[in-house]
């Protein structure tokens, strides 16, 4: 078996102490020689700029960058300008996502799905790019049911997609069922799980309820018990999190990719008990 990949995620910060705050996560996270650093993009392409500023950065210091690139809302005259760019940047891969509608945009663009972003990337800029997609292993929120969210999936990957990161999750089950579900359809990218780190309570809820990923109930009512006491939360978040990516490495995924947060920290512990 190949070893496995490393990846953080980062979104642009919006003022010059969040810039800072970055720099300094980034600079510890690149000890580890990740695969890659990726940088999200806002509902409708909303921080286009600031995405492609961090992007700069990453490049400039000398390491993998993968930018996030959202269709909704946009024309295929703006994306092909931003995968012009991001080519003549040096860029290799791309995250190809469907994203969100901002609230109060009235039109949907020019693509409906993720897979037609896939497939216009492919078009205009042949196998330039890696093309990374999203896999979400307790099913999109949108999704009619489990069979349609993973033919939709099945549709990306057709598309040209060369891997998949899910949605967050706290269900090893959920993914390696997830991951058998696929590979019976045919569907034979590596899916990269993706991790989120336990900081703070009450954001974790937030984000969950938001995006669909589940918080089993067991680890819900302990972090719940904990109130205000952040320490407990994190040792807890700690203890829990580290096991699911032994699990998970244990069982054969091809990497794990962190949802960082901007924080570089509980991540580094996570990598330093799973001794890496």
């Known amino acids: 078996m190949s070893k496995p990949l490393f990846s953080f995620e980062f979104f642009p910060p919006q003022t010059p102490e969040g810039t800072e705050k970055l720099t300094a996560a980034r600079k510890q996270l690149a000890m580890l020689k990740p695969e890659f650093f990726s940088v999200t993009f806002g509902a ?122 899910t949605q967050y999750f706290y269900n090893a089950d959920g993914y390696f069922r997830f991951i058998e579900e696929a590979r019976k359809l045919g569907v034979t990218v590596p899916i990269v799980p993706g991790i989120m780190p336990i900081v703070k309570f009450s954001q974790l809820a937030r984000f969950s309820d938001a995006c669909g990923a589940e918080i089993p109930r067991w680890m819900r009512k302990t972090l719940e018990s904990y109130g205000d006491d952040n320490a407990s939360v994190q040792s807890f978040g700690l203890d829990v999190v580290t096991q699911l990516c032994e699990r998970l490495l244990a069982g054969g995924a091809p990497g794990l990719h962190f949802y960082t947060l901007n924080q570089a920290a509980p991540s580094l512990e996570i990598w330093k008990r799973l001794g890496l």
């Open 44 to 165: 409708g392409g909303s921080t286009q700029d600031r995405t492609l500023e961090v992007i700069r950065q990453i490049k400039a210091e000398g390491h993998s960058a993968a930018p996030h690139l959202s269709c909704v809302g946009s024309t295929r005259e703006n994306i092909r300008a931003i995968l012009n760019t991001y080519k003549d940047m040096g860029i290799k891969r791309i995250v190809a996502l469907r994203g969100d509608l901002p609230s109060g945009m009235g039109s949907i663009g020019e693509f409906q799905y993720a897979n037609e972003l896939v497939s216009f990337i492919r078009a205009h800029t042949g196998e330039h790019f890696h093309i990374e997609v999203a896999a979400y292993p307790e099913f999109h929120p949108q999704a009619k049911s489990p069979r349609e969210d993973l033919v939709n999936f099945k549709h990306k990957v057709m598309a040209g997609a060369n891997s998949a990161i």
